[in-house]
């Protein structure tokens, strides 16, 4: 298993990634355009983890910003998904930890995530992962 920084040619997958986590059918031409416009910004990090033959078998994306309450630029994790067949296999805690390590590497500090409150298993691999569950989050639809 290996680690690499996501490319243009791995929409697809990540696409399909997505779909699965979020149970849903996204536009694939609106997904291309922000996954693309995304793979540019250089305050985003994403990665895909691959099998020994190459195959993408997991991704995570993370977004930094500079928050003026942390006084630095603190990354969140925004997707973190495994394919099916490599679930339980430490793929994940894999891609977290190459993550962190390129975090620390360009001298970050801080590492955010949040999750859906119905993904108790996901909860439970960020506490086994060393995240503190330290906030709530609320969300309000505009439209």
């Given at each position: 298993m290996t680690t690499?920084?996501?490319?243009?040619?791995?929409v697809r997958v990540v696409y399909g990634f997505i779909n699965e986590l979020e149970n849903t059918v996204f536009d694939?031409?609106?997904?291309?355009?922000?996954?693309?416009e995304n793979l540019e910004n250089k305050n985003n990090i994403y990665l895909v983890a691959t099998d020994t033959v190459k195959n993408v078998i997991g991704f995570c994306?993370?977004?930094g910003q500079i928050l003026l309450h942390h006084q630095c630029m603190v990354f969140?994790?925004?997707?973190?998904?495994?394919?099916?067949?490599?679930?339980?296999?430490?793929?994940g805690r894999f891609l977290l930890q190459a993550l962190e390590d390129i975090l620390k590497q360009q001298?970050?500090?801080?590492?955010?995530?949040?999750?859906n409150k119905r993904r108790t298993e996901a909860h439970r691999?960020?506490?086994?992962?060393g995240f503190a569950e330290s906030h709530f989050k609320?969300?309000?639809?505009?439209?």
């Open positions: 690499r920084f996501a490319t243009q040619e791995d694939y031409d609106t997904f291309e355009k922000y996954y693309f994306s993370s977004h969140e994790i925004q997707e973190l998904f495994i394919a099916t067949d490599y679930r339980d296999k430490k793929v001298g970050h500090e801080l590492l955010e995530v949040t999750s691999f960020y506490i086994n992962n609320f969300t309000k639809k505009l439209s």
